[in-house]
């Protein structure tokens, strides 16, 4: 004959090193009311928590991985690879799905320098979907080459690694290698370029992001800075017409 409220939170860990993990007790502050009057504080506190954590079969020779029971990764380039010169540029873009993972555990895309290339990588795309409590994210790597020189040229081939918990195995995902020729170019104006080598290009969904982000965050702030100034709009237009209206008849 009683009434309970109950709250659940879940928490997603993402082990990243082999070895012993321990979560220590959390603190929660609770007080019971009884007849419309809070009741003393008592803290409960959660047991700890042990997890031994293991490498996955053929972890041991891979650099980075993620655990995964799916992984999908293609990529796009924004032209033609056939007809480049001297002075074109072309963007690369490298996309990664994956079930049961956030985007933040997803391998980063490396992408080396090329001698001839002028390489500037844009700040990764990250995106994280919970549909009833099923994860999926997708990680997109953009990267710009500047063509420098003549010749011919070949990008080496980009290898990422994820273990599939289902099958027990690890599994190699490889985008080839791409050969490129790049012809003269008498008209290319060669010099710096508005792209700073190791700077991100500037990514406008991503700036529009944080501005959101940061809209979000401050909106408590904002709120109060418009009701104060729309407080004062109204004293003004209260107010200051008649001391106008008085300064007016002081100085006949």
């Keep these: 004959g009683k009434t309970w409220a109950v709250q659940r939170q879940r928490y997603v860990l993402f082990p990243q090193r082999v070895g012993e993990l321990k979560i220590p007790p959390i603190e929660i502050p609770l007080a019971v009311s009884s007849d419309g009057k809070p009741g003393d504080v008592q803290v409960v506190r959660t047991p700890p928590v042990t997890i031994n954590v ?42 990664q799905t994956a079930d049961d993972v956030f ?26 979907r919970v549909i009833r409590g099923s994860y999926s994210a997708t990680r997109i790597d953009r990267v710009t080459y500047v063509m420098q020189t003549e010749g011919e040229f070949v990008l080496p081939s980009i290898e990422l690694y994820w273990f599939d918990p289902v099958r027990r195995r690890m599994v190699n995902e490889t985008l080839d290698a791409v050969e490129m020729t790049v012809a003269p170019n008498p008209d290319a104006v060669l010099g710096e370029t508005d792209i700073e080598p190791g700077e991100p290009r500037y990514d406008t969904a991503a700036v529009l992001r944080e501005i959101l982000d940061w809209l979000a965050a401050n909106l408590h702030w904002l709120t109060i800075l418009a009701g104060a100034l729309f407080l004062l709009r109204s004293l003004w237009l209260r107010l200051v017409p008649g001391w106008m209206q008085r300064m007016a008849q002081a100085r006949k």
Excluded: H, M, N, Q
């Design 54 to 95: 293991v490498a996955p079969p053929g972890a041991a020779d891979v650099p980075a991985f993620v655990t995964t029971p799916r992984l999908a990764v293609s990529e796009d380039w924004d032209r033609d690879l056939d007809g480049l010169k001297v002075g074109d540029a072309i963007t690369r873009t490298i996309t």
């Design 103 to 128: 985007a933040l555990v997803l391998p980063a895309v490396e992408f080396p320098d090329v001698d001839g290339f002028g390489t500037y990588p844009a700040t990764p795309e990250l995106d994280d």
